[in-house]
């Protein structure tokens, strides 16, 4: 048996005209993923970049997030099996590609780390290019994380009060510094402390998986 | 209708129920058919198909299938009927869960189990079940099963070659611009046209 | 991104099963509706006179390939994640004209043929048995055609890829060309109806 088929011309009519739209529109959007734009003023990023603006300390960061500085965001774009191993306390994943989808708080201070910190560093200008200007990157990224906070090497010959806060800096998040012969370190301060590579800061780095930036 | 004035309460209560659920069903008219319904329009019953299929793209981030579920269920067959047959046949090692099986088959068992049942409902709802055999009126419906098991024997070859049929490549493939899909579109329909003249005794 | 649910991982695979027969239910419904599970309305597209399979087939793809798109665009889908069947040019252009010659002999595809035997038609049945026949025919065949079946493998590629179109051109091209093919298709059909009445006013 063969019935005929019920027809709904008004109906097929707006369906017909949806695929047309629908069709029409794609042809103009191209790629089916909302393209996000960014804006750059190359001049005014080259001068932050050289009056080293874009970046902050590990010391420093490590200050902000003790003191529970307000609106702070601190973003590890690396894989997740990365940051699950080991992470700065307080920051949350936030891989490169979602710097464009991501919602942004107009109050939030925002620092980007990733291992080394070139990642970061690119993630920063992608902020900026969305047009964020509190963004910051640690510029030595985790390896300067674990010289600094997890695992600073002290020269013996530092001021009191200066090991002093160093050691309740590291002690905050759980680390361990050591205090070395300046005899055979330099004691030079970069900023607040130095942190001449050794056995033991190598073998934290190593900890941290190698990858690309 | 008149007998509804006649009826028990209980028979209109009946009759008041068939009526919901057949409108629900999307069928104009109001009960459980015998006569045959018209059939819906094949661009809204296309359209529901494909939202269908949207749906699995959306929810497994995968499209609808056939021809799979009867290869799953071959493979099943003859495992089971002679294993050591099976696990030297690289063929039939794929769909055993042994060989890096997709898992992808179990899933189009039970979505070929789904379409029975939703084929079944809605031909009851709209009184188009009948045991019967579908075929033109130049041939008899003896001759109409022997060509129906032959053609499913070449669509199977087919289907097996080009690792789909019409929904696997011709709906999911499609949908997802697959090329090898629109090329199986394409001599599919060829192949079809084709062969069609020379079936016309048994169509017409 | 909130989808494909189940490649993201939302839920296991006991679920996923569950939703296959949801789906298959919904699927089977809407190809019975169409009028899909019978062989001889099927067999007219063949003949020109009644292009249901057609209808049906492209409004279900242009319905999913639209959706998909705009999904994507939304950012509700992650379109990486969605399954793209494989591309295997010989043995697909091979097995599709196969396939075609069986399909107007079985007047059934795979799918429908499961429509055509659960509302009770026979040839249906003959077809599912066909079908698994075959299968098994090709199984057994598989060492001597095995390496034609896995030859000229172009993995998950796509039309925009293949023509150096955008993803969007690709799919209004296809737009266009299904509603024009449904426009042919009126026509089409209106021309087989059309000897019919004259015939009738003859005498």
């Known amino acids: 048996m063969t019935v005929d088929a019920r027809r709904r011309p008004g109906v097929e009519r707006g369906l017909a005209i949806t695929a047309i739209v629908g069709g029409a529109l794609a042809?103009?959007?191209?790629?089916?993923?909302?393209?996000?734009r960014g804006n750059i003023d190359v001049s005014e990023l080259a001068r932050i970049v050289e009056h080293e603006e874009d970046h902050i300390t590990a010391v420093e960061l490590a200050k902000w997030i003790r003191d529970?500085?307000?609106?702070?965001?601190?973003?590890?774009?690396?894989?997740?099996?990365?940051?699950?191993?080991?992470?700065?306390?307080?920051?949350?994943?936030?891989?490169?590609?979602?710097?464009?989808?991501?919602?942004?708080?107009s109050a939030a201070t925002y620092v980007l780390y990733s291992e080394g910190g070139t990642h970061a560093a690119q993630g920063w200008f992608l902020m900026r290019a969305r047009g964020v200007r509190n963004v910051f990157f640690l510029r030595g990224g985790l390896y300067e994380w674990v010289e600094q906070i997890m695992n600073p090497h002290v020269a013996s010959n530092t001021p009191q009060a200066q090991r002093d806060s160093i050691r309740a800096l590291t002690m905050w998040f759980g680390g361990k510094m050591e205090v070395v012969d300046s005899t055979t370190t330099p004691s030079v301060l970069d900023r607040e402390l130095s942190a001449p590579h050794s056995a033991a800061t190598a073998e934290s780095i190593r900890k941290i998986r190698r990858r690309a930036c | 209708m008149s007998d509804l004035a006649t009826a028990a309460?209980?028979?209109?209560?009946?009759?008041?129920?068939?009526?919901?659920?057949?409108?629900?069903?999307?069928?104009?008219?109001?009960?459980?058919?015998?006569?045959?319904?018209?059939?819906?329009?094949?661009y809204l019953a296309g359209v529901g198909v494909g939202?269908?299929?949207?749906?699995?793209?959306?929810?497994?981030?995968?499209?609808?299938?056939?021809?799979?579920?009867?290869?799953?269920?071959?493979?099943?067959?003859?495992?089971?009927?002679?294993?050591?047959?099976?696990a030297g046949n690289a063929f039939y090692t794929q769909y055993l869960g042994n060989?890096?099986?997709?898992?992808?088959?179990?899933?189009?068992?039970?979505e070929i189990i789904g379409v029975v049942i939703g084929g079944l409902a809605s031909g009851l709802l709209t009184g188009r079940v009948r045991w019967t055999t579908e075929h033109?009126?130049?041939?008899?419906?003896?001759?109409?099963?022997?060509?129906?098991?032959?053609?499913?024997?070449?669509?199977?070859?087919?289907?097996?070659?080009?690792?789909?049929?019409?929904?696997?490549?011709?709906?999911?493939?499609?949908?997802?611009?697959?090329?090898?899909?629109?090329?199986?579109?394409?001599?599919?329909?060829?192949g079809a046209y084709a062969a069609a003249p020379l079936l016309r005794k048994a169509w017409r | 991104m909130m989808a494909p649910f189940y490649e993201l991982g939302r839920f296991g695979d006991s679920t996923g099963l569950v939703i296959a027969v949801l789906l298959g239910i919904a699927f089977g419904w809407f190809l019975e509706q169409g009028g899909m599970g019978n062989a001889r309305k099927l067999s007219g597209q063949f003949y020109l006179t009644d292009l249901s399979v057609l209808k049906l087939m492209f409004s279900a793809i242009l319905t999913a390939?639209?959706?998909?798109?705009?999904?994507?665009?939304?950012?509700?889908?992650?379109?990486?994640?969605?399954?793209?069947p494989e591309t295997f040019v010989a043995p697909q252009l091979v097995g599709g004209l196969v396939f075609g010659v069986g399909f107007v002999v079985g007047g059934l595809c795979p799918g429908t043929s499961c429509v055509a035997a659960a509302t009770g038609r026979?040839?249906?049945?003959?077809?599912?048995?066909?079908?698994?026949?075959?299968?098994?025919?090709?199984?057994?065949?598989?060492?001597?055609?095995?390496?034609?079946?896995?030859?000229?493998?172009?993995?998950?590629?796509?039309?925009?890829?293949?023509l150096g179109l955008s993803h969007g051109t690709v799919v209004g091209i296809i737009v266009a060309a299904a509603l024009g093919a449904f426009a042919g298709a009126e026509w089409l059909e209106r021309r087989a109806e059309r000897p019919a009445r004259s015939t009738r006013v003859g005498v």
Not at chain 2, 99 to 110: I, K, M, N
Not at chain 3, 69 to 81: E, K
Not at chain 3, 145 to 161: K, Y
């Open chain 1, 68 to 105: 529970d500085k307000t609106g702070l965001r601190v973003m590890d774009i690396r894989s997740d099996t990365e940051f699950t191993d080991f992470h700065i306390p307080g920051a949350t994943r936030v891989p490169l590609a979602e710097i464009a989808r991501m919602r942004l708080d």
């Open chain 3, 65 to 84: 390939m639209l959706g998909l798109f705009w999904l994507s665009w939304a950012g509700l889908l992650d379109l990486s994640r969605v399954y793209v």
């Open chain 2, 51 to 86: 939202i269908v299929l949207l749906l699995a793209f959306v929810l497994m981030g995968r499209g609808l299938g056939a021809s799979g579920a009867f290869s799953s269920v071959v493979a099943a067959a003859v495992e089971t009927a002679a294993p050591t047959h099976a």
């Open chain 2, 136 to 190: 033109g009126p130049a041939i008899t419906s003896r001759r109409r099963l022997a060509n129906a098991f032959v053609g499913g024997t070449v669509m199977g070859i087919g289907a097996k070659l080009a690792r789909g049929c019409t929904s696997g490549l011709g709906l999911t493939g499609g949908a997802t611009l697959s090329v090898g899909s629109w090329l199986f579109i394409i001599a599919a329909f060829a």
């Open chain 2, 99 to 110: 060989g890096g099986a997709s898992p992808l088959e179990d899933w189009l068992v039970f």
């Open chain 3, 122 to 162: 026979r040839d249906g049945f003959a077809l599912i048995a066909g079908m698994l026949a075959g299968v098994f025919v090709f199984g057994e065949a598989f060492p001597v055609i095995g390496g034609f079946a896995n030859s000229t493998a172009r993995g998950a590629w796509t039309l925009p890829q293949a």
């Open chain 2, 9 to 42: 309460p209980g028979q209109t209560l009946g009759s008041a129920v068939a009526h919901v659920a057949a409108e629900a069903a999307t069928v104009p008219r109001t009960r459980v058919r015998r006569e045959p319904a018209p059939y819906s329009s094949p």
């Open chain 1, 27 to 36: 042809v103009v959007a191209g790629a089916p993923t909302r393209a996000t």
